[in-house]
């Protein structure tokens, strides 16, 4: 698995830069919402503190004076990661837990989470698909846009408003927290069930974690909130790996996290 984090650039050098990574750093140091993906951090986290932060949790460099190339994940942190992940939906299986997942990357990782869906369903969870159809303003770089939250193969993700089918797989790509509070608010005003395990990425992951919800999920070297939400306690695993590359160099992940919980079907 090694090896193919490293071929794959999943780990080892990523696409994501450093300037973007310490844009981030300082946006989510500054509070800045479109960082914090929903998470209201306890701790004044200021930009060199989110550097030591990730440099621990990533492997990236810890040194705020180098600022440009591209950033390095280690190997050996995404394994530890992957392992912990694999670990909790393994709990999740056993006690045949409600789960919820969702993502903001749906054209990366949809297949990723949808194969997941599919195992713990087969392992008799229920897997929620709360406030399908309902409707999401997410205020985006181009104003407030209006999405629905929708499901695919299990698995939550919100699209612009079209007259294409339910269901079909194409999807926006968002940070928000907004999607994973819908359908939270849903669930309990249709009187649960409640998810006791939330899966997914960025706004799903922070947003879940935030109102109490264990939460478990992927993160970019650029995404500081969800890593900060795990040192604060608020969220239980981040697997850091670069989460844009190509959506077939997922899928040695998705074997290799369920034959380590036991799920392969």
Known sequence: ???????????????????????????????????????????????????????????VSADPRHTSGHDVIDPSRTLAALDSFADRLATAARRR???????????????????????????????????????????????????????VRGVALVREPAPSPPGRAEGAHTHSPLPIRTALAAAAEAGGPLPELVVGDHGWVCGAGQLGFEAIGLGDTDDPALFVGEAEGRVSVVVPL??????????PLTRYVLNRACLSQ
Do not use: K
């Open 242 to 251: 670069d989460d844009a590359v190509r959506s077939d160099y997922y899928r």
């Open 97 to 151: 837990a409600p789960v919820l997942l969702g993502t903001g990357h749906p054209h990366r990782l949809l297949g990723f989470y949808a194969a997941l869906a599919d195992a713990l369903s087969a392992a008799g969870c229920a897997v929620l698909t709360p406030a399908q159809g309902d409707c999401v303003d997410i205020t985006t770089r181009f104003g407030l846009r209006t999405y629905n939250l929708d499901y």
């Open 1 to 59: 698995m090694r090896a193919h984090l490293l071929a794959a650039g999943l780990a080892g050098p990523v696409a994501t830069t450093r300037e973007t990574s310490l844009r981030s750093y300082r946006l989510f140091a500054a509070r800045d919402p479109r960082l914090l993906l929903g998470l209201d951090p306890e701790l004044p986290w200021r930009q060199r503190d989110v550097i030591e932060l990730m440099a621990d949790r990533c492997g």
